[in-house]
């Protein structure tokens, strides 16, 4: 697949909206499913070289009360938040996973499985919309796995504030736009019925400079250097780069906490008990 780049228009705002943001979406009801792989988008990264990864320069950026910061000023210790989807108020940074709005295995098969791996390193770690990635409960984002809006929220995840329904649709579609990713006919629909409930384009009264709108152009960035390992034989040291939500059961979870925690320690703050099992909560989990 050769690669698209961004889409450089932008729809006109008019009494059709939405129809006329729905109309720029591409459908393919034969997503590519085959060949995903959760360590071809790499992990958390610090572009800006202030030691601060991306899931703790979101959670600086959404923090409704200033956060704390451990004493090298590199890890986000404390704070305040309205996670995204449920609407709850979180103090403790640990509660809460920074999601993907656009799931990474969604963006896979609608258009980014043809990425390069440094445009898929690009896509999951891009600061630049700052609804791209979002803070939010670790269960509303293991509810919400890779599932688009056609198969979530709805019943399948009841705490889901329903006021939030225009943002979410609205948010998915830009990003779809913005990565020239293509939805399903069943996601189109779910994204119509989503966008009907709105009272006009729920980002209009948003300063221009807050929020990257439809047809930015995206700035590709240099491969991410990984690292050499740091103790012998040991792995690269990951960092904080993992999300319990990025698994899809506790035996995976398991594998990769394993993988380093000898020798590194619980880096990703999987474990929130400390007895040493991660993300419990995941199918098949203890």
């Not at 499913?33 to 601060?52: Q, T």
């Not at 590199?74 to 509660?95: K, M, Y």
Request: hydrophobic share 35%; net charge negative.
């Amino acid at each position: 697949m050769t690669e698209v780049p961004p889409t450089t228009s932008t729809p006109t705002e008019a009494a059709t909206w939405p129809d006329s943001v729905l109309a720029l979406l591409a459908v393919d009801d034969d997503p590519h499913a085959e060949g995903y792989s959760r360590d071809d988008w790499g992990g958390w990264s610090d572009d800006d070289g202030d030691c601060l990864n991306t899931r703790h320069e979101v959670l600086m950026a959404e923090a409704t009360a200033s956060p704390f910061l451990r004493d090298d000023g590199c890890l986000v210790t404390g704070g305040r938040w309205l996670a995204a989807f449920t609407g709850t108020i979180v103090e403790d940074p640990r509660s809460l996973d920074v999601d993907h709005f656009v799931p990474l295995a969604n963006a896979h098969r609608s258009g980014g499985w043809g990425w390069t791996r440094d445009t898929k390193q690009r896509y999951a770690n891009d600061l630049t919309d700052p609804r791209h990635l979002i803070a939010v409960t670790a269960s509303a984002n293991r509810s919400k796995g890779d599932r688009g809006p056609d198969e979530w929220p709805g019943d399948r995840y009841p705490d889901f504030d329903p006021s939030y329904r225009c943002r979410y649709a609205d948010t998915w579609v830009d990003i779809k736009l913005r990565w020239s990713l293509t939805v399903t006919s069943t996601e189109l629909a779910a994204l119509a019925d989503m966008l009907a409930t709105c009272d006009g384009d729920p980002w209009a009264d948003v300063a221009p400079t807050a929020i990257i709108r439809l047809g930015e152009p995206i700035d590709l960035v240099e491969p991410m250097d990984l690292g050499e390992p740091e103790n012998g034989d040991d792995p690269p040291n990951p960092g904080d780069v993992r999300n319990c939500g990025d698994f899809d059961d506790y035996a995976t979870a398991k594998a990769w906490f394993d993988t380093y925690a000898d020798a590194y320690g619980d880096v990703a703050r999987l474990d929130g008990d400390g007895d040493g099992e991660p993300c419990e909560s995941l199918p098949g989990g203890p």
